[in-house]
């Protein structure tokens, strides 16, 4: 098992030092995460690891999902993309279902936490609990992981009865932050750099990943790793990867799986299939929820690596490729900009063909490529990293309690 102190090597023994103090201010504090899948995302991917570790520093951290059906979860997914600005058709009796499960995952859920903390909208009815049960001394804070700068007025509307009802709300980037009533804290999401997802692999592993994918270590690779999702443009990198091949050689790897609330997955994979068309040089790889080192070898393995979303909340993924100083090449949208200053950490675009000229660039451009990746690096390391994650959050919830600490709010 992993402890705190292991990160000392990587951030230094003063902020591990810091942490832990900050945590034994919580003093065995019930904190309830609550979201809506344990696997598959950004959002599980970072509990996975955020929960063990504010254990660990006296944070009796837990965390539990909430329940729907089919039905419940092809609504909370119209409504996480019309959030985004797609356009959807969301109807009364939706919203009425929304509702109606909400009611029941209120009757199934213990609410036992001093400090209850939603994650995204799946959830966010929870919040009734507060006046229903009389929970007076109980803080209940909402966590948004996504973009709400486009969000379709009457889904934000519907959601903004509820976040208001909250004590206080989290946003990962100041650009997604609405007009509210109530407080909004600035915190950008991580990566473990310890996780099998991000730790360092020997040449073994990463080479027995490729044999087994039977993917040509010899040859570039282009690798996107995302949920198979519309708004990730899995079609669109298959366009940049015919792009490029016209002038460089390459292999195409789009690595990913599906969400337990993601029901649109299997039809998004069928599309990328068949676009795909059988060409032996794409690596399209439906990874089951556990393939942390086989992401992590891929990510590491590559020439370069694409984020070509059309929406992205933050992009995890992002940070994932350039903790391994990749070469990341990605989107101009949602929290992408904090991870990459263009041309120095990484390359930002927003077409088709603006994409495939700076894969071509960096295929092209062995020590450019490197250059951009050691800066990325960097950034990770000084930004992004879990640890940084960790104290916010302590410093979050203390403030729960101590409205005094109102200036440590970073919005
Ligand atoms: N991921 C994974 N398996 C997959 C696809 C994605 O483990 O098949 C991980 C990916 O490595 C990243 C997270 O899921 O850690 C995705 O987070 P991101 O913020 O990029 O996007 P989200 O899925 O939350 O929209």
Known sequence: MRSIKDYADIVGNETIEEIEKLGSYLNGKIVQNINSTPVGGGVAEILSRMVPLL????????????????????????????????????????????????????????????????????????????????????????????????????????????????????????????????????????????????????????????????????????????????????????????????????????????????????????????????????FILNLPPISNIEINALQRASTVILQKSIKEGFGLTVSEGLWKSKPVIASAVGGIPLQITHKYSGLLSRTTEGTALYVKQVLQNPEYAKQLGENGHNHVKHNFLITRHLRDYILLFLKTGYPQMQDTVYL
């Open 55 to 282: 254990k660990e520093v006296g944070v009796d951290a837990r965390w539990d999902f909430i329940k729907g059906g089919e039905r419940f979860f092809e609504i909370t997914k119209k409504i996480h993309n019309s959030l985004h600005g797609v356009e959807e058709n969301i109807s009364e009796n939706d919203f009425k279902h929304f509702l109606e499960v909400t009611e029941e995952n209120l009757k199934d859920i213990n609410l036992i936490g001093d400090i209850i903390f939603i994650h995204d909208p799946q959830p966010i009815g929870l919040i009734k609990a507060k006046d229903k049960n009389g929970f007076k001394e109980k803080k209940f804070i909402w966590r948004c992981h996504i973009d709400l700068s486009s969000a379709n007025v009457k889904t934000f509307n519907f959601l903004k009865k509820f976040i208001e009802k909250y004590d206080y709300s989290v946003f990962s980037s100041p650009l997604f932050s609405k007009k509210l009533k109530i407080p909004q804290i600035l915190i950008s999401p991580s990566i473990d750099p310890l996780s099998d997802k991000n730790k360092d692999l020997p040449d073994e592993t990463i080479n027995e990943v490729l044999s087994r994918f039977k993917i040509d270590p010899e040859r570039n690779i282009i690798t996107q790793v995302s949920r198979f999702d519309r708004l990730k443009d899995p079609l669109g990198v298959i366009d940049v990867y015919r792009l490029v091949k016209k002038h460089v050689d390459c292999q195409l790897v789009l690595a990913g799986g599906a969400a337990s609330d993601d029901p649109e997955a299997t039809e998004v994979y069928n599309e990328v299939i068949e676009k795909a068309g059988g060409d032996k040089d794409i």
